[in-house]
């Protein structure tokens, strides 16, 4: 069975750029969650989807961050300008609705310069 | 103070031991607990999961929750160096918004 699927695995680019993150969820999952990990802060809730629909996006550090899930198999979360400080690994994850585990993907590590 | 506690190590046993992990959590509406592990480049992925106060078993896995304490454990039995990763507790209180431990650093040497 295929996994959360995230890409890209890395990316590096400049400060003031924007930068796309992909998720495509596992199928048949009705929950979907981007978190950002880094050593300081460890793993952080950014924004939570349930059928498509954000939820919670109180984790979200500012208005640069924007994310979106315009259907059931894909999400993107998107920074806008991007600045050093959002350097760290994003991760998707998704869950069926409810208590329910959540299943993580592999992450993008992303490093601005 | 964080919601959740949980000793960052590293932790270095000998192959073969057991190894107790351990998570402290504030919060008494927390109702579902998880433990992930973390392989250095990869994603968290899901060892266990419960509800219910007690012992749960999988194979060498022992996941343990004390309600009342607001304590839950991870036991590795035989530890083998394969087990080297990070381990993640995690916990809900309704919904599905999980409250991460920042993770302890296990280390299984030959």
């Known amino acids: 069975d295929a996994g959360v699927i995230q890409s890209p695995r890395h990316e590096v680019t400049e400060m003031g750029q924007e930068v796309t993150l992909r998720c495509k969820p596992i199928?048949?999952?009705?929950?979907l969650f981007w978190y950002r990990q880094t050593m300081m802060r460890g793993l952080e809730l950014l924004i939570y989807?349930?059928?498509?629909?954000?939820?919670?996006d109180s984790g979200m550090p500012e208005d640069r961050f924007s994310a979106k899930m315009p259907n059931a198999s894909f999400s993107t979360l998107k920074i806008q300008p991007s600045e050093p400080r959002d350097s760290a690994v994003y991760f998707c994850?998704?869950?069926?609705?409810?208590?329910?585990?959540?299943?993580f993907g592999d992450g993008t590590r992303l490093s601005i310069l | 103070q964080k919601e959740v506690e949980q000793d960052p190590g590293p932790l270095s046993v000998p192959e073969g031991a057991i190894v107790s992990l351990n998570c402290t959590y504030s919060n008494s509406a927390f109702q579902y607990f998880m433990w992930y592990r973390q392989y250095s480049r990869k994603g968290p992925e899901l060892l266990m999961y419960?509800?219910?106060?007690g012992n749960k078993e999988d194979g060498r896995f022992t996941a343990q929750v004390d309600k009342s304490s607001k304590y839950i454990s991870l036991f590795i039995r035989d530890s083998q160096p394969s087990d080297s990763a990070t381990y993640l507790c995690?916990?809900?209180?309704?919904?599905?918004?999980?409250?991460f431990g920042t993770g302890t650093q296990l280390k299984v040497e030959l």
């Open positions: 994850a998704s869950s069926d609705l409810g208590d329910q585990p959540q299943h």
């Open positions: 995690a916990m809900v209180r309704g919904g599905n918004k999980l409250t």
């Open positions: 199928s048949g999952h009705n929950s």
């Open positions: 419960t509800y219910s106060s």
């Open positions: 989807f349930n059928n498509n629909v954000p939820i919670d």
